[in-house]
Each structure stands twice: as C-alpha cells, then as structure tokens.
C-alpha cells in the first residue's frame, strides 16, 4: 500500500527570494508550495542522479574494465596496509 503520508518542511528565506519565488510560481500556473517542492525534487533528482553513476569516456571504460581484469599484483606498501587493516579490524570494539 502506498504510504501518503505527508511531511513538512519549511525554510526562512530573505524577503527578495520569496518575492521570486512566489513570481515563478504564479507564472508556471503553480503555487508557492509547489513552486518549491517541484524545483526542490527536480534538483535532488539531478544530484543523485550525477552521484550515483560514473560516466566514462569510450576510453577511460575500456581502461577501467582492463584493469579490473586484469588487476597489477599487490605492492609492498598494498600488503603493508592490508596487513594494518586486519590488525586494527580484530582489534576493533564491537
């Protein structure tokens, strides 16, 4: 079942902001509330959108997924802090 629940939220802005705010929202045909929360989600969408995924140039992905095939072996100082990990992690609280 879906949840339609509604939450609030609410900010404090200079008197000028919500001067534009609410002129934008009288011209999309939308009001204040809505205004915000559309231009809110839009923007929420685009940054999780831009972090959740890696674009990569034709070359750069071939590079990676060779890497990842084919990974360099383990230098001193790879083994070295593996080995300081492992200590610390049986050490750690619970």
Known sequence: ML???KERISSRVP???R???EEAAALSGATLNQFVVQ???KEAH???ERERFVRLSRRDAE????ALENPPK???RLRKAVAAYR????NAPD
Do not use: H, M, Q, Y
Request: hydrophobic share 55%; net charge positive.
């Open 3 to 5: 949840d339609t629940t």
């Open 15 to 17: 008197k000028p902001v």
């Open 19 to 21: 001067k534009t705010l």
């Open 39 to 41: 231009a809110a989600l």
């Open 46 to 48: 685009a940054v999780l």
């Open 63 to 66: 590079v990676f997924f060779k």
């Open 74 to 76: 383990p230098n001193a």
């Open 87 to 90: 200590r610390s992690a049986l």
